[in-house]
Structures are given as C-alpha cells and as structure tokens.
C-alpha cells in the first residue's frame, strides 16, 4: 500500500518557513542530490525509500544556519512527526523510522538499520560540496561503491 504524499505541498511548506539561503550548501541542490543518491542505494538495499524520499527533503529543513547547528536534526524529527498527516501518512514504524535518522543523521553513526542507514549514506555522499571527502568507514559497503562519482558530482554544485 502506497503511503499518501503532497510531494509539492511538502516542499512549498519547507521553502516558506526555511531560514537559510535556499540554494547555498544545505539548500535544495543538496537536497537533490541526497534524493539521487538516497533512491539509488535505496532501491540495491531495499530500504523503505518513501521514508528514504523524506529524509532527503526534511533533514536540512530545520537548519538554522549553514555552520555547526547540533538540533536541527532534533528540529527536523520534531518538524517531521508535526505534519505527519498533513502532507504524507506513513504507518508508526516508518514515522519512527524517520524521525530517527533526521534527529540522528549528523552524529556520524552507523546503522543495521537499511532503511536508516541509506538515508544517513545519501547525505554523507553529499559532504564534497563542503570539502569533506566521505568515509567509506561511516558509509554501507552499498554506498561506498559511489564516493568517487558523487564526490565529483558534489564538488560541481
């Protein structure tokens, strides 16, 4: 069964009440790409990739500046599980899911977790547009196969 999602409802919502530049280093260019990246190791590790997909938009959304900001993942968890029902309905599992890797997403963990970890690999493939070179040490072995495209692909913004 397929979860309801305003795709456009989300990110309208997103953009209107974001705090920084929307196409600096968080923005939504980043945010594409940990959707790219996200779907690809997503769909090889059979991740949940409706959570995967609002991860990728909601992880940065609750940032306050494009500098060292240790909430915004606790922000974003908070964000996501308040409009849940307004703009996606997912079952309580993947709610948790969610709220899990956006408040955790930044501490450089790693999880068993596919579904989780595929979110936290999307955005750590992703670290290149901020001179950071992605350790396959915090990276499933699914996602280290991509470092050296997306580190490229990072770097032209």
């Given at each position: 069964?397929?979860?309801?999602?305003?795709?456009?409802?989300?990110?309208?919502?997103?953009?209107a009440e974001f705090k920084i530049d929307w196409r600096g280093v968080h923005g939504a260019n980043h945010w594409a790409r940990v959707l790219h990246?996200?779907?690809?190791?997503?769909?090889?590790?059979?991740?949940?990739?409706?959570?995967?997909?609002?991860?990728?938009f909601l992880h940065d959304s609750c940032r306050l500046n494009d500098g060292r900001d240790p909430q915004h993942g606790a922000r974003a968890a908070?964000?996501?599980?308040?409009?849940?029902?307004?703009?996606?309905?997912?079952?309580p599992?993947?709610?948790e899911t969610l709220c899990y890797a956006l408040?955790?997403?930044?501490?450089?963990?790693v999880s068993l977790d596919a579904t989780i970890q595929t979110?936290?690999?999307?955005?750590?493939l992703d670290l290149g547009r901020v001179g950071?070179?992605?350790s396959p040490e915090f990276l499933s072995p699914e996602a280290s196969i991509f470092i050296?495209?997306?580190h490229d692909w990072s770097l032209r913004r």
């Open positions: 069964m397929q979860s309801q999602y305003d795709r456009a409802g989300l990110i309208a919502l997103i953009k990246h996200g779907k690809n190791i997503g769909a090889i590790r059979k991740a949940d990739l409706m959570v995967v997909e609002l991860f990728c908070e964000f996501a599980h308040g409009i849940h029902g307004d703009f996606y309905s997912l079952k599992m993947q709610l408040k955790h997403h930044s501490g450089g963990d979110c936290w690999d999307a955005d750590r950071i070179f992605p050296d495209l997306a």
